[in-house]
């Protein structure tokens, strides 16, 4: 039994290695109870440490991307999330079609047009699709981070809740290396319209272009609220929120 040192919490099994929480904290157990030195240096265990090493780095992968846009997933994701994350960076490693076992990277595989296409269209909130809360066309920039929905109805053109009295646009450039860790990120100022029939264009401009040599993303954030008495109140179990990865290059 191994404790697990890593800024990385784990919890579940893989490959025949546990991940739980305990009193003394995060730990690591084999099936049978092999001890920590033997699983770390025998040789029979050579692909369960490759196995080891690899469900980190993708889980490292994950967590950076959702800290690149923190404040907006705080306002729309789901309980699932870090584990459907999970699974996906663990597909879009396997286009890294140049590093050894146990050391294929999110980094080279989304150098690929495949890897790119895994990921985009993310929901980070998988109670709420883009498709299923938004029908309209809207387009990116992706040289100045701009996104803009021409011509929006939002009371024909949203699924809102109907509790909803209003509803906010924001959008979010990101610059994100996942090789260094490094990321930069531009925000949007929120445009909030009322929903009902009146016609107009939503540009989202960020307020700058992120630094950095890494994958740029574009993300859309749509919240919804309530107006009482002249304050516009988000609506707190923000099930019906969308936040989607709606391009990345």
């Known amino acids: ?3 697990l040192k890593s800024f990385i919490k784990l919890e579940g099994t893989l490959d025949g290695l546990t991940f739980y929480k305990s009193q003394d904290g995060y730990m690591v157990r084999t099936k049978g109870g092999i001890s920590k030195s033997r699983m770390l240096k025998d040789p029979a265990f050579k692909r369960t440490r490759e196995n080891f090493r690899q469900f980190g780095m993708n889980a490292k992968a994950g967590t950076l991307l959702r800290d690149s846009v923190g404040p907006m997933l705080a306002k729309a994701k789901d309980s699932k999330l870090s584990s459907r994350m999970l699974k996906l960076m663990n597909e879009i490693k396997n286009f890294d079609s140049t590093s050894v076992r146990g050391h294929r990277s999110v980094h080279l595989g989304l150098a690929t047009a495949e890897g790119k296409q895994l990921l985009k269209g993310l929901d980070f909130n998988n109670k709420a699709h883009l498709q299923s809360v938004l029908n309209a066309n809207f387009s990116v920039d992706t040289a100045t981070g701009v996104i803009e929905i021409p011509d929006f109805t939002s009371q024909e053109q949203l699924a809102a809740t109907e509790s909803a009295t209003h509803v906010s646009f ?3 450039f990101v610059n994100l290396n996942f ?3 490094l990321y930069n990120t531009s925000y949007s100022p929120v445009v909030l319209l009322p929903i009902d029939l009146s016609v107009s264009t939503v540009t989202l401009t960020p307020d700058g272009i992120p630094a950095g040599d890494g994958i740029q993303f574009y993300l859309l954030l749509i919240e919804f609220y309530q107006e009482m ?21």
Do not use: C, F, I
């Not at 304050?231 to 391009?247: D, I, K, Q, R, T």
């Open 1 to 3: 039994m191994g404790k």
């Open 170 to 172: 924001r959008s979010a």
């Open 179 to 181: 090789d260094t860790g």
């Open 229 to 249: 008495n002249g304050v516009h109140y988000p609506l707190l179990n923000g099930s019906h929120n969308v936040l989607n990865l709606v391009e990345l290059v």
